[in-house]
Structure formats: C-alpha cells, structure tokens
C-alpha cells in the first residue's frame, strides 16, 4: 500500500482528485473518501476498484490502481488538500483513498483529457473504445466515458488509457438504470472499427469468464469504509453484477438504434 507524501496539483473533474508524490517515487492521482461526486463518496472509491479491475480482466487499458494511504499530518501541512464545497472548503479525509497511477514523471508526460478529431487518428489503440463500451454497459457506467491520452517519449502514436470508474453501478447508488447512450464516449469517432455485433466479441467473449470467485476476489480488496461496513450492500452489489453479463449484448444495441446512432459503420 503505497503512503503520499507530497501533494503536486488538484486535478480537473468534480472528484477533486489531487496528483500525489508516493513512496517509490511513483505519482497517483487519489481521489479522496470525500470526494463531492455523491452523498456516499466511499462507494465512488469502491466503484473505481471493481471497474479499474474488471477492465484489465477484459484485456483493456487502465492504469493500475492502488490504496494509498495519505496522513493526517500530510492533509494538516497541505493547505491545498481540501474539498471545495460551495464557498467554503473541508480538509481532504486522512486513511485510505483510491489512487491510478500517473503514466510516468508528470513532468516528463504530458497527458490530455481530449483529443481534437484530427488527433485521434495518431491514436494507436482506438479499437479498445469499443472494448470498453462492453465494460460500461455491464456495470452500467452513468457518466461519459471518460479516457486519457499520452505519448511515450520518442513515439509518434498516442495510448489511450481509460479512467474514472466511479460513476459505475451508477454512482454511490449501487442501482443499474441502464439507457441507450451511457457510457458511449463523446466523440463517435472512435467507434469507427465497429462494423457489428462481431467486433465487440472479444470482449464479450472474455467477460463470460468472469466468476463469483473473482468478484469476491475483487470486493476483498476494498476498504470496509468505503462502503459504509455494510457486507450486505456490497455482497448485493456483486450478485447483481455476476446476473449481468449475458445482458450486455442487447445493451449494446439499444446503443446502437438510438437515434444518436454512435457505430456509424456498422453494416
């Protein structure tokens, strides 16, 4: 469990996430147990683990994630480290926060929110959008499908790496209200492989593997107080997640006859 120890910058978004200097000389952006997203901003915490999970079980980009630990002493000598709250502010919880590793040195990486259109050709793994729409419709993702963009030092092409999680299993609600266009990304360009059913099978076919077990698995590394020490919402949560996945198919189609139309190749 990596501990902070120095603050670096708040980060844009509505989680107030900061980028943190941890142990190893590695850099995390920890969102906060605090955090202004939802009323139970724990299970936002909560969320970003079974999404940032599963996604990599699915053979999708995501930075790894860890709980970090940041002190009472760190947040007492920050004075940046605080939730703004209308016009006022509250010091950032102290224990155990969600962090995804910085892709680097942040002053040798830069990395984008948005890519122009123009840009998103030089985007080497463009396919994986479509990967991660069949991880958003299973957990019902209630935001925009929200993505990073870097370069590598001396390479040409773009990554694309996918974060925010927490608005999976839609929010601190822990409910599934399942609509055409949620989690579809913003630009449909990045759809543009999507010719049919077809090119979501490898995705689909990976998330047929996932099992009770490994969303145990998953749940045991959740801190208890990011969801309130309540076993039993959380053990309802995963039950509800395993029933999902043969509904994935048609979630994706609901997608695709909105009149929005994101898969424009589609045949």
Known sequence: MPRALEQIRRMRGGAQAHLMRCEG???????????????????????????????????????????VEVTTELIRLTTDLVIQAGAGAVPCAPGLQFG??????????????????????????????????????????????QAIFYR???????????????????????SFPDAPL??????????????????????????????????????????PEWYDQDQEALFHLLEQIYRRRKKVPDLILDAKNSNRQPFFNWK
Not at 105 to 119: G, N, S, T, Y
Not at 201 to 215: N, S
Request: aromatic share 10%; proline share 6%; with cysteine.
């Open 25 to 67: 000389e590695e850099y995390y952006v920890v969102k906060f147990q605090n955090n202004p997203q939802a009323a139970r901003g724990g299970r936002i915490l909560a969320n970003e683990v079974l999404g940032t999970r599963l996604a990599a079980r699915l053979g999708l980009p995501t930075q790894p994630a860890a709980v």
């Open 100 to 145: 995804s590793r910085y892709p680097g040195h942040p002053a040798e990486i830069a990395v984008h929110d948005f890519l122009p259109d123009e840009k998103l050709a030089q985007v080497e793994n463009l396919h994986d959008f479509a990967g991660m729409l069949v991880l958003d419709k299973f957990l019902c993702n209630t935001n925009g499908r």
């Open 152 to 174: 590598e030092p001396g390479r040409s092409q773009y990554q694309a790496v996918f974060v925010d999680q927490g608005f999976c299993c839609n929010a601190g609600e822990w």
């Open 182 to 223: 949620r989690g579809i990304y913003a630009k449909h360009r990045v759809y543009a492989s999507v010719t049919g059913m077809e090119s979501y099978a490898p995705w689909l076919e990976r998330l047929e593997h996932i099992t009770p077990a490994l969303l145990d698995q998953i749940a045991s590394e959740i801190p």
